[in-house]
T-cell receptor, first 114, second 118 residues
Framework: AQKITQTQPGMFVQEKEAVTLDCTYDTSDQSYGLFWYKQPSSGEMIFLIYQGSYDEQNATEGRYSLNFQKARTSANLVISASQLGDSAMYFCAMREGERNQFYFGTGTSLTVIP | EAEVAQSPRYKITEKSQAVAFWCDPISGHATLYWYRQILGQGPELLVQFQDESVVDDSQLPKDRFSAERLKGVDSTLKIQPAELGDSAMYLC???WGPGLAAPAHEQFFGPGTRLTVL
């Protein structure tokens, strides 16, 4: 079974609008971490936001927020007030286990339309 | 600002040749990861080191790939012989290591090495 599932291969959003990128995860650990990374066409992986499994409040970082629904094993990324520079691939990832094993999803390509 | 260094940034090689990639993690980071990312896909973990020890190499094609981190600092990933299907971005990442409070285990990525096998 996939550890991380991203069901949206591509998304489009109008500039200044909000967009939600979906992510579901699969783990039997009680303690785990969820991450979102942005990868522009230049190739570097840029850390956006983190949510720990015991965090009761949803993480927020500027225009990024993580909608963490533990019972549904989902960790969706919400980008508010989209900008043209937000156009990139977005990857959801999970850390689990004593050895800090990381698993990445297949990514969502976001295009912001002027 | 501390960064993960990788070299070379680009490598073009012919099928059946040997290639090697180098990674220098952020100073003090105990955990080092090598990923392969095929165009249009997510990163796939090849090998994970904790200090100088391999903790996960289950996805490493061991007949042709090898990785080492002899002194627990920098690391080398080697492919011999290279095949056409090895064309991909090879990403190195590092983190502080297990047993630390979140989000200290966040991974910091290097710029990657883009490999093209002809």
């Amino acid at each position: 079974a996939q550890k991380i599932t991203q069901t949206q291969p591509g998304m489009f959003v109008q500039e200044k609008e909000a967009v939600t990128l979906d992510c579901t995860y699969d783990t039997s650990d009680q303690s785990y971490g969820l991450f979102w990374y942005k990868q522009p066409s230049s190739g570097e992986m840029i850390f956006l936001i983190y949510q720990g499994s015991y965090d009761e409040q949803n993480a927020t970082e500027g225009r990024y927020s993580l909608n963490f629904q533990k019972a549904r094993t989902s960790a969706n990324l919400v980008i508010s007030a989209s900008q043209l520079g937000d156009s990139a691939m977005y990857f959801c990832a999970m850390r689990e286990g004593e050895r800090n094993q990381f698993y990445f999803g297949t990514g969502t390509s976001l295009t912001v339309i002027p | 600002e501390a960064e993960v260094a990788q070299s070379p940034r680009y490598k073009i090689t012919e099928k059946s040749q040997a290639v090697a990639f180098w990674c220098d993690p952020i100073s003090g980071h105990a955990t080092l990861y090598w990923y392969r990312q095929i165009l249009g896909q997510g990163p796939e973990l090849l090998v994970q080191f904790q200090d100088e020890s391999v903790v996960d190499d289950s996805q490493l094609p061991k007949d042709r790939f090898s990785a080492e981190r002899l002194k627990g600092v920098d690391s080398t990933l080697k492919i011999q012989p290279a095949e056409l299907g090895d064309s991909a971005m090879y990403l190195c990442a590092s983190s502080w290591g297990p047993g630390l409070a979140a989000p200290a285990h966040e991974q910091f990525f290097g710029p990657g090495t883009r490999l093209t096998v002809l």
